[in-house]
């Protein structure tokens, strides 16, 4: 059952080098995060799941991004806390919990000043360096909005992210553009492809410059299944 709605495992995660922010040559304000809240629904095979989203600030400088499904006796809670200096994302503590069971279950602690990360796992603690721009698998999409909100998309871009003791590499590029129809509504979107060194797994994900480049739909085809999860437009609701 967590194969099937494990979030994390599906929401992308990597992005493309970076090129001078378009916000910084025309002297434009860096671009701002925004509260919102949004469900989606998401499909593996024949079971079916709805999946929750609030982005919300938590200090002056610090932001929480929390993801939530439910399904059946299943449930999942994946919240990443980061700070956010008007331009980048730096991360600072990550949970993921999965019920039954805690084989998944993962804290991560930055420490950024002695530049190492402490994971509490279900068999105990590791550590590992911290690189620079380094995230987990929410902080990381936060920056890629804000990449793509200043045009640092012209080139494939690699990040790195941290999981479980590891570190692994993403690279994303743009695939082009696409109006989707959902819910009977038109929606323009960017289409951009994920990849993971070493791995043969694709993972498609269209975003909404009009939303600020919001994820709308993510597809990958996982074990000869297909996995989508897609926004339900009408749940969605921006704060100010």
Known sequence: ????????????????????????????????LKPYSATYHLVKGGMAAEVERHLERSGDSHWQLHDSARVLFFSLQETAIVSFDGQNIKPIKYRYRQSPGKSKDQTIRYNWKEKEATFDLDDGQRRTELKPETFDKLSYQLQLRLDLLAGRLHQPRTYNLVDRGRHKQYRVEKVGEEILTIDQRQMQTVKLRQTREGKDRETFIWVAPDLDYLIIKMERDDDDERIEMQLKPDTLKIGS
């Open 1 to 32: 059952m967590a194969k099937h709605f494990r979030l994390q495992a599906f929401l992308l995660t990597a992005l493309l080098l970076s090129t001078a922010p378009a916000q910084a040559l025309l002297n434009e304000p860096a671009p701002l």
